[in-house]
């Protein structure tokens, strides 16, 4: 994280009532809003993790026994199906192979036969490394009357999210990636027809905590009154803002340009060090990179291995267990000297467990490639 | 908060399955077991509010349709009855008058009509001021084959809390009050009769945020491999651990009689100064003081002139709203010397609102009581 927000994580502590500390949170809504591009009132983030951004859109614009379509490509795929089901609804998923994208044709297809009320997908799958192209599913939704949702956990803030301009009816994401605040909150935001089908409700939202209505009561530009729901996780707040701060300091485009060069670099050192990629170029996620793990290298070994020169990268999920590494440049990490010092101790590690690779050709390509 | 629970917040954030946070998680859940009196298992804090700590344990012990029983005497045993119908369950309450405690006889004789699965209380009630004796409550549940639940949220760390010796099956709190961490998480713990019904459901959780046996895949001892369920809030953690540790060092009995000193001076100050306690004495929350606005004197304009010496005070909610202030002093703020200064800066609000006072009397007293 950058020394900004750690500073900002130990301003001292104040009332969350105290009108103080309600201009931090506008400026926090307000900052969330250019961050997703959108002029949704609705917009703020919640106390919890990602996850419990996923939840909070399931849970409030579901009521049991409604139709959802939701699109699995990978892990979160599935539990966005899964949290759904726990919300009563009536769940229908559309399947792609981990590693590719939905196809649009598909959930239109599954749309004909079957209207749902929400389609729910995944923008940028964390297990895979996939970036779905929004356009053509929210476009088929909307043309079957549904909502769509999207998990932006792993995209907001590293490349583009276009809320308004998409047609997105509502999206989540984390604290902790793109943002580059620490894991603990989760931007959330939902638009006219979304909050349409909030008001329209028969049942009240299951979950008292994650209950939208009454956290726009404390949240909202237009509740001055502030209505008590629940204590502000206050410290963290803080930290949001200053997070969001830098990212707007430095500018939404130059930030995902930034991303973008990393990313460049980190594929044309790997593929001249002879390894590929799991995911097409077009559909590649510039933030998260999933490597395939060359046939009779250990994968955990490598990731042991690269954590003597404190590197951490993760594996993988599900059915690409083993299989692929993933690879993250975010937030403050996502610099040109860490894309090389990687590369260096990842080349170190893959020749010590037996693989044959010209020394220094991935370095030489990934300087190329930085331009 | 303590500084060096600030200096924790700004802990340089590791991975969250990372094995040097692993072993600060461990520190956690033992210093959490040791706060809470208890040799369960099954104690983690939870990354949400206090809020989410009641939402955790309705979800995961009751099931669509499950009886059960909660004792409102306040707002927060209120908002225990409505989550409790929102995870689906039918609900009966016993009431009390805002202000005075639950009869665990009208609990018991309640019982007798409508058999519970779960009798469901709060230990300290804050919107009252009122500390609930747990004792007859979770006789009487257990008695009639109930699990007994608490809302620890303003006791846990400033008031005796004994779960294994009380019998709780369940109990939560928060980070922020008596434990003195930032708000934004919600200690848990629950016994094996409560894991017991866990483990025979017929339905899986509502909530998979919260859903108990997932979080004990990661959190738990015998869990060594640590199953992802969501990005644990890594700064957070590191700021409970520090404040764990200081409640330690302090020793919970020292905190206890610490917190019942302040109490006793703040009692008796007001009580100088002609101004009258909610609560019946043997029913008091120490860390928690409510105290009657006197008549003709506008509550609100007396907590404004408090921000004007940063001494902020809350509201009645409810039926006591504008009837009485709500007067914390807990973790590092209870000490002599800030009773002194409120009495001192109270007692200059209440005369400039035109109350008679004999001047210094308070101060006098709560300076005697501190012996």
Not at 232 to 253: F, N
Not at 256 to 275: C, D, K, N, Q, T
Request: proline share 6%.
């Amino acid at each position: 994280m950058d020394p900004r927000v750690l500073r900002a994580m130990a301003t001292p502590v104040i009332g969350h009532l105290d009108p103080a500390f309600l201009a931090v949170m506008d400026d926090v809504s307000q900052f969330l809003r250019q961050v997703f591009r959108t002029r949704n009132e609705f917009t703020l983030p919640l106390s919890g993790t990602g996850t419990a951004g996923m939840e909070a859109v399931m849970v409030n614009l579901l009521e049991p026994g409604d139709e959802v379509l939701v699109g699995v490509a990978g892990y979160f795929g599935q539990r966005m199906a899964e949290v759904a089901r726990r919300a009563g609804a009536r769940v229908q998923t559309v399947e792609a192979e981990w590693g590719t994208p939905l196809d649009p044709d598909r959930i239109e297809a599954a749309l004909r036969e079957r209207p749902a009320r929400v389609v729910a997908f995944v923008h940028a799958e964390t297990s895979t490394g996939v970036l779905q192209p929004p356009g053509p599913i929210v476009e088929v939704a909307h043309r079957h009357g549904a909502l769509a949702v999207a998990d932006c956990v792993t995209s907001l803030g590293s490349v583009p999210v276009e809320v308004d301009a998409w047609g997105l009816d509502a999206a989540y994401s984390c604290s902790q990636k793109g943002l580059g605040a620490p894991p603990g909150m989760a931007p959330v935001t939902f638009g006219e027809r979304a909050l349409e089908r909030i008001r329209s409700r028969k049942s009240p939202v299951q979950s008292f905590y994650l209950d939208m209505t009454q956290l726009m009561a404390y949240w909202g530009d237009g509740a001055r009154d502030r209505a008590y729901h629940h204590t502000a996780p206050i410290s963290m707040i803080y930290a949001l803002r200053e997070a969001l701060r830098l990212v707007l300091e430095e500018g939404l485009e130059a930030r995902w340009e930034r991303i973008g060069r990393v990313h460049r670099m980190l594929v044309a050192g790997l593929e001249a060090m002879g390894l590929r990629m799991l995911v097409a170029p077009e559909y590649r996620l510039a933030p998260l990179n999933t490597v395939v793990v060359p046939e009779g290298i250990d994968a955990a070994a490598v990731q042991r291995r690269l954590l003597d020169f404190d590197i951490e990268i993760a594996s993988g999920f599900g059915p690409l267990k083993g299989k692929i590494w993933r690879v993250g440049f975010m937030g403050v990490n996502a610099e040109p000297k860490n894309v090389l010092s990687f590369l260096a101790a990842f080349e170190t590690a893959l020749r010590e467990q037996g693989l044959r690779l010209e020394p220094g050709a991935g370095l030489a390509a990934a300087a190329a490639a930085a331009g």
